[in-house]
């Protein structure tokens, strides 16, 4: 969370699990039975429900703790369950998301600067893997999924930014961290071609070329897309445009489909 809260000892164990499952599920009704699901998806233990409640009264002490005023925003549900309330901009995945989406829709009307501006402060929020070192339930997994691809989303449209602004350079510097992460997303090999190619090094930019060819042969058994083959013969003949290519379009807004079929809407 974007706090305004005092530093105190976070949550531990179960408690943990259930402070995440609640923060997925922001100003939303969790019922007891599908809480008691995510903390434990294989067998449920004859004390689930009393052992759920003993997790809540921690995280409800913890956030009172933790509030710069005496309030709780762990919520008893009507019916049973909880709700976690959070405003808008103090959780990160929502001012990520919000973030986002500026910077798409300044890259949508043709303002670099801004969308560079919006997405930067987008992707610093990450500070490393989402819930790392807490298990997961398999649903807070695919939730997590989501989040991830949201993430290398926001990575993208700023490395177009970078090529836009002639930030040739430091997006070489960005995107080798994040191919490794990646390697079969054809977008971060088309970009880091043409970063190459208009930095002026041609010939390593053809030996990304060589080597995504290899790469995805070998683990996929198919030949890369015309789009980057095309990349391929027009840095061969010494004439590369940046306009053209699919990797270097401002995405639709196909996230915001995924994100009302993912149930998020609702949930921030």
Request: include cysteine; charged fraction near 25%; glycine fraction near 8%.
């Given at each position: 969370m974007d706090d305004g809260i005092r530093r105190t000892m976070a949550p531990k164990g179960m408690t943990t699990?259930?402070?995440v499952a609640l923060l997925l599920r922001a100003n939303q009704a969790v019922d007891s039975?599908?809480?008691?699901?995510?903390?434990?998806?294989?067998?449920?233990p004859p004390s689930a429900d009393a052992n759920l409640r003993q997790y809540a009264s921690r995280l409800r002490t913890y956030l009172q703790e933790s509030a710069s005023q005496d309030a709780s925003r762990l919520r008893s549900a009507r019916g049973g369950g909880y709700l976690l309330e959070l405003d808008r901009d103090e959780l990160d995945l929502t001012v990520f998301d919000d973030l986002t989406t500026?910077?798409?829709e300044a890259l949508e009307s043709g303002d670099v600067h801004t969308a560079q501006s919006h997405l930067q402060?987008?992707?610093?929020?990450?500070?490393?893997p989402m819930c790392q070192g807490t298990v997961l339930a398999?649903?807070?997994?695919?939730?997590?999924?989501?989040w991830d691809e949201l993430r290398l989303s926001a990575q993208l449209m700023l490395l177009q930014t970078r090529l836009r602004l002639g930030e040739y350079h430091l997006a070489i510097a960005e995107i080798r961290p994040i191919l490794a992460g990646n390697p079969l997303c054809e977008e971060l090999w088309g970009m880091l071609m043409l970063a190459f190619y208009r930095s002026h090094r041609r010939g390593e930019?053809?030996?990304?070329?060589?080597?995504?060819?290899?790469?995805?042969?070998?683990?996929?058994?198919?030949?890369?897309?015309?789009?980057?083959?095309?990349?391929?013969?027009?840095?061969?003949?010494?004439?590369?445009?940046?306009?053209g290519f699919a990797w270097l379009?401002?995405?639709?807004?196909?996230?915001?489909?995924?994100?009302?079929?993912?149930?998020?809407?609702?949930?921030?």
């Open positions: 699990t259930l402070f039975a599908s809480l008691v699901t995510l903390l434990w998806p294989g067998t449920r500026l910077g798409r402060a987008a992707v610093d929020l990450w500070k490393g398999p649903e807070l997994e695919v939730d997590v999924l989501y930019a053809l030996e990304v070329f060589r080597t995504a060819h290899r790469r995805f042969v070998r683990d996929l058994g198919i030949e890369p897309t015309p789009d980057l083959k095309r990349l391929h013969q027009a840095i061969l003949a010494g004439d590369c445009p940046l306009d379009t401002p995405p639709m807004r196909e996230n915001q489909c995924a994100k009302a079929s993912h149930g998020l809407g609702s949930r921030f």
